[in-house]
């Protein structure tokens, strides 16, 4: 799964959606992306000027040539190479690692989202053991100064609010130990958007501490969304470095309310997708099943079929042994001592394996017991 090459666009990645797999973020510009689920490892690669948001991850999160980007991740390993002027909001179950980086500024996580917690969960990451501060730079000298700065103030939250799916959430405790507390609006009004996108690296803004009336919530005089959206203007939020100055804010479909039935149109498609997958895969999961049922009882009567053949062929090839052991198995006969010595012998036995052996030894037996007499 992937987000490739990509201008200008805000990109969704849905709760449900990636369950787990792994995803690659790469050659974007001016782009914003929600990872709102968690997945196994992830790459960031070439992206320019972006807002990358990245829920949690089993395994390694690598960011590769990024410049000029805002990012919240949370993975069991995070490393950066060749990475210029980003901004990082860090859960790092391990230490981080920066390689080739210059103007890194990383602060503790500071993401929520609906479903989060459930995620840490699943990815195998205790929200209890975050090491983002523990950052290793493999370009610092020797007690020198390191090539990032390190945020230990509490930040405003990038919250991400999703209709129909709760309230946002983050299990990981803040850097002074505090936790996240969802923004809850009184009855009859709207809390204002926090720059939710700001991890304390911009000038800061509203706190989302004060409340608007509902008839007319305005921000500096501009509209505010509807509490449960994402507004227009959530990924502007943080100062002008990400995105940069020029950039448009490109709506990701997700902006807008929900429908009458109360089910956004984005979940109703992701759902959607998601069950057809689920049938596919179960299709082609019965169809691999009545293949191989067949090709085991084609085995089956193959194995059958030759174990009768060779039980038919040992038991005519005992058939005819016993036929061919002539006369020798009903006793000697003859009139004397020299007859019945010679009846004892089948001289016309033809056996595949040599001579018969056994009609000779029961000749000398019989001599044995009977010594010829003179005739």
Same mark, same amino acid.
């Given at each position: 799964m992937e987000f490739v090459g990509l201008?200008?666009?805000?990109?969704?990645?849905?709760?449900? %959606?990636?369950?787990?797999?792994?995803? %690659?973020?790469?050659?974007?510009?001016?782009?914003?992306?929600?990872?709102?689920?968690y997945s196994s490892e992830v790459e960031v690669a070439d992206c320019v000027n972006c807002q990358i948001f990245i829920g949690p991850v089993d395994g390694p999160a690598l960011f590769e040539g990024c410049s000029n980007c805002q990012v919240a991740v949370a993975a069991h390993l995070f490393k950066a190479n060749a990475c210029s002027t980003c901004e990082f909001g860090l859960y790092s179950s391990t230490q981080p690692a920066l390689s080739g980086c210059t103007g890194i500024r990383i602060a503790c996580w500071s993401g929520a989202y609906p479903g989060a917690t459930q995620h840490f969960a699943a990815a195998n990451l205790d929200p209890q053991n975050n090491q983002w501060n523990k950052v290793y730079d493999a370009d610092a000298e020797e007690g020198g100064a390191p090539n990032f700065e390190l945020l230990s103030e509490p930040a405003p939250y990038w919250e991400v609010p999703l209709e129909g799916q709760g309230p946002p959430e983050s299990p990981v405790p803040g850097p002074t130990g505090a936790m996240y507390q969802p923004t809850a609006a009184p009855a009859g009004e709207v809390p204002a958007a926090a720059p939710a996108a700001d991890f304390g690296f911009g000038d800061g803004g509203y706190d989302g501490s004060e409340a608007v009336p509902a008839a007319a919530p305005t921000e500096n005089g501009a509209p505010v969304s509807p509490a449960g959206a994402i507004p227009d203007d959530f990924l502007m939020a943080g100062g002008d470095h990400i995105p940069s100055g020029d950039a448009p804010t490109v709506g990701s479909g997700m902006l807008e309310p929900a429908a009458a039935s109360g089910e956004h149109p984005r979940v109703a498609a992701a759902k959607q997708q998601l069950q057809q997958r689920l049938k596919d895969q179960a299709t082609k999961e019965g169809e691999s099943k009545a293949a191989l049922q067949q090709a085991a009882s084609r085995y089956l009567e193959g194995f059958y079929g030759r174990r009768n053949q060779s039980k038919e062929e040992r038991i005519r090839a005992g058939r005819e042994a016993l036929e061919g052991k002539g006369n020798g198995e009903s006793g000697p006969t003859g009139t004397n001592e020299y007859e019945r010595v010679v009846s004892l012998i089948d001289f016309n036995l033809q056996r595949p394996s040599g001579t018969d052996l056994s009609r000779f030894k029961s000749v000398l037996f019989t001599c044995k017991a009977k010594p010829p007499t003179a005739a």
């Open positions: 201008k200008g666009e805000t990109l969704v990645k849905a709760p449900g %959606s990636i369950n787990g797999e792994s995803f %690659s973020i790469k050659h974007l510009e001016e782009c914003s992306v929600f990872i709102l689920d």
